[in-house]
């Protein structure tokens, strides 16, 4: 079947340390790969993406690898905020390329 | 540049009642996907609209339906409310059918009685 799941549903870091947020997925055929940021009361906001045929990608203090032979994700936060605090999800496409399926999310919490 | 609105943020009803909820897509985008979000979990998938059409559906019985219209916004509709209704409804908007990035919507909480 079709699952995400992420390791530790909490994480707590210092502000200024680098954050690292894991997810394992269970469809070896997923070609995309999405991590979303929600903060409390609003809707998940997209932080970056990877195709299955990369095994990285990195945007503005942020990383994302994967590695497809043990169907691992993974989100890096460089130099973590207070304002980096909020539940991360990461999500595969389904196999019919329509949905988005979530894991349950790990909620990161960065103390100054 | 629009991003995703929906309407209305707060909704309170009681079990057996219908509700109708409301998603505009951002500009230039064509297709809209809802997910139902419990507390503490992920967004699980209602269905998704592209070009006024269901393009796939989730474990979601009948009485969850929806609409696109023509300028690519949609309704959610539920109906014969029940209490495990009660969670926060995203609207997400893409391009092409979704195979593009999805992105969300504020949502709407609704709370059934």
């Known amino acids: 079947g079709e699952s995400v799941g992420l390791h530790l549903p909490t994480l707590s870091v210092q502000e200024g340390d680098n954050s690292i947020i894991n997810c394992a997925y269970s469809n070896s055929a997923s070609d995309y790969f999405i991590w979303y940021k929600q903060e409390s009361g609003k809707g998940p906001q997209f932080i970056i993406d990877?195709?299955?045929?990369?095994d990285k990608r990195q945007g503005q203090r942020v990383t994302v690898l994967l590695n497809k032979t043990v169907k691992h994700l993974s989100l890096q936060i460089a130099a973590t905020q207070p304002g980096d605090s909020a539940v991360y999800f990461c999500?595969?496409?389904?196999?019919?390329?329509?949905?988005?399926?979530f894991g349950k999310g790990t909620t990161l919490s960065v103390s100054s | 540049e629009t991003g995703v609105t929906q309407s209305p943020t707060h909704l309170i009803k009681t079990r057996g009642q219908q509700v109708t909820l409301r998603c505009s897509s951002q500009?230039?985008?064509?297709?809209v996907s809802w997910y139902q979000q419990a507390l503490g979990q992920g967004p699980q998938f209602i269905f998704q609209y592209y070009r006024e059409e269901e393009n796939g559906r989730g474990n979601f019985p009948p009485r969850f339906s929806g609409l696109q219209f023509p300028n690519y916004s949609s309704e959610l509709n539920v109906n014969a409310l029940e209490l495990d209704d009660s969670a926060l409804y995203l609207c997400?908007?893409?391009?092409?059918?979704?195979?593009?990035?999805?992105?969300f919507g504020p949502g709407t909480r609704l709370l059934v009685l």
């Open positions: 990877i195709r299955s045929n990369m």
């Open positions: 997400a908007s893409s391009l092409s059918g979704g195979h593009e990035t999805q992105y």
């Open positions: 500009s230039g985008h064509n297709t």
């Open positions: 999500a595969e496409k389904n196999q019919a390329g329509t949905a988005l399926i």
